[in-house]
């Protein structure tokens, strides 16, 4: 984006959310410009996968997660990253994949359906990847629906890649994963709060709640770990 394209939006902002809001708005952008620099990388932008040739609309639009977001998600899981397996569902330009492997996870993998973005995610880890504390990445194109989770898989980070019969099928698949794995799966969501994708998530019994906390841009983050089905019910999908 051009600085005339930047003046005008911030203009534009400023009319309609006033000084404040402007002024944060413009610093969270400078903000993730500096880290990107960084980091070597490039990650930001809003695409609707239907400009990618997908016209499901259960499909949501790539937006990355806040880098100021994911050391409070890390806060919150209260882990030690050494000990799992990250999966990103949505895996989009990769930088949530960027910002897990800033901690010693045992592996990062990525889930991403729209090869171009896959393609952008590739180029990104491996413009970074000596930054990164994390050296095992990998991130594949396919349908997350369709996707077998590998059985080291620990930690399992949706966003709002997708809603609807897509999301009901992914969830089904991590229950089915949780009942053969040897441990709960971590589960964590980030959502906005009192959406309809927040509704079908709360809606699955077997996910027990851990927590939720508060995050960037009126967004929420859930955190949930797989129980056994014979000490809860719920929907099956």
């Known amino acids: 984006m051009n600085l005339r394209h930047v003046l005008a939006n911030a203009a534009r902002q400023l009319r309609t959310e006033g000084l404040l809001s402007t002024i944060d708005s413009l610093s969270e952008r400078a ?3 500096w880290k990107e620099w960084r980091l070597g990388i490039r990650t930001e932008g809003y695409i609707e996968l239907s400009e990618l040739g997908f016209d499901n609309k259960e499909c949501n639009y790539y937006s990355a997660t806040s880098y100021a977001d994911f050391p409070r998600i890390m806060r919150a899981l209260a882990i030690d990253p050494r000990q799992h397996v990250f999966l990103d ?4 330009m990769g930088r949530a994949m960027v910002l897990a492997a800033g901690y010693p996870f045992k592996r990062v993998i990525g889930v991403e359906i729209a090869p171009e ?5 590739k180029e990104n880890l491996a413009r970074c990847r000596g930054k990164l504390k994390c050296q095992d990445l990998s ?7 369709l996707y077998d989770i590998p059985s080291d898989v ?4 949706i966003v709002n890649a997708f809603n609807g019969l897509v999301l009901a099928k992914v969830l089904q698949n991590i229950r089915a994963f949780g009942r053969r794995a040897t441990a709960p799966v971590l589960v ?14 709360r809606a699955h019994r077997w996910l027990t709640l851990r927590g939720e906390w508060p995050l960037a841009h009126a967004r929420r983050l859930l955190i949930f770990s797989t129980s056994d089905d014979a000490q ?3 929907p099956a999908s």
Request: proline content about 5%.
């Open 31 to 33: 903000q993730v410009r």
């Open 89 to 92: 569902y949505g895996a989009g």
């Open 117 to 121: 973005l896959t393609a952008l995610a």
């Open 139 to 145: 991130v594949v194109t396919v349908d997350a629906t």
């Open 154 to 157: 620990t930690i399992v980070y």
């Open 188 to 201: 964590a969501c980030n959502v906005p709060p009192r959406s309809g994708l927040e509704d079908q998530i």
């Open 232 to 234: 809860s019910g719920g």
